[in-house]
């Protein structure tokens, strides 16, 4: 069965750094890309970043630009997403999400997400 | 405030259609053919319903279809059954900075 599994998510103080992490199986994970999304409660879907197959290239929502770094382990079919300098609006769940060989493929397959809550 | 544009509600009756629209810029929707939907059930994570506009990924219902006319893209959802009642939500790939936009999601009811 394919399956994504999120977990690293908790309560952290504004300011503060957290690094989520995401587990593939079912599935070799090393040709596709991969996704982050967030949803703060009640709110619409957000992406937050993307990580191509082989990490060669990152891309980050300008909200999170500069403060968050997608990376992977192919080897392990891990996912992660560091966070730092963590701040109220970025309180949500946070999903990974698999997508396909390229950009613009859809996020085909979704873990059941991760919850991440800043607050002092 | 949402990249794209979706009605926050929908209803309709048991055996009607919907049609849930969302509606982007020449830049993202217009732009490009890599519009997706997702239902998403209370609680539970998003599933992929309809991708690149139309494509109807394997075991998703044939009610489901999906089109795009300029700028705005649209949900139809037929034959309306109790168990389609969730929130839908669009996206489209964007290119540039921010590669992917979301809707605000449509929340649809079956009366």
């Known amino acids: 069965e394919v399956q994504l599994v999120e977990s690293g998510g908790r309560v952290v103080q504004p300011g503060g750094s957290l690094r989520l992490s995401c587990e593939a199986s079912?599935?070799?994970?090393?040709?596709?890309?991969f996704y982050w999304v967030r949803q703060a409660p009640g709110k619409a879907l957000e992406w937050v970043s993307l990580?191509?197959?082989?990490?060669?290239?990152?891309y980050y929502a300008d909200a999170v630009k500069g403060r968050f770094t997608i990376s992977r382990d192919n080897r392990k079919n891990f996912l992660f997403l560091q966070m730092n300098s963590l701040r109220s609006e970025d309180s949500a769940l946070y999903y990974c999400a698999k997508g396909g060989l390229y950009y613009y493929d859809a996020m085909d397959v979704w873990g059941q997400g991760t919850t991440v809550t800043v607050s002092s | 405030q949402s990249a794209l544009t979706q009605p926050p509600s929908a209803s309709g009756s048991p055996g009607q259609s919907v049609t849930i629209s969302c509606t982007g810029t020449s830049s993202d929707v217009g732009n490009y053919n890599y519009v997706s939907w997702y239902q998403q059930h209370p609680g539970k994570a998003p599933k992929i319903i309809i991708s690149e506009v139309s494509k109807r990924p394997s075991g998703v219902p044939d009610r489901f279809s999906g089109s795009k006319s300029g700028n705005t893209a649209s949900l139809t959802v037929s034959g309306l059954q109790a168990e389609d009642e969730a929130d839908y939500h669009c996206?489209?790939?964007?290119?540039?900075?921010?590669?992917?936009?979301f809707g605000g999601g449509t929340k649809l009811t079956v009366l």
């Open positions: 079912g599935f070799t994970s090393d040709k596709y890309t």
């Open positions: 990580i191509n197959w082989d990490s060669s290239h990152t």
């Open positions: 996206s489209s790939y964007a290119g540039g900075d921010n590669l992917w936009l």
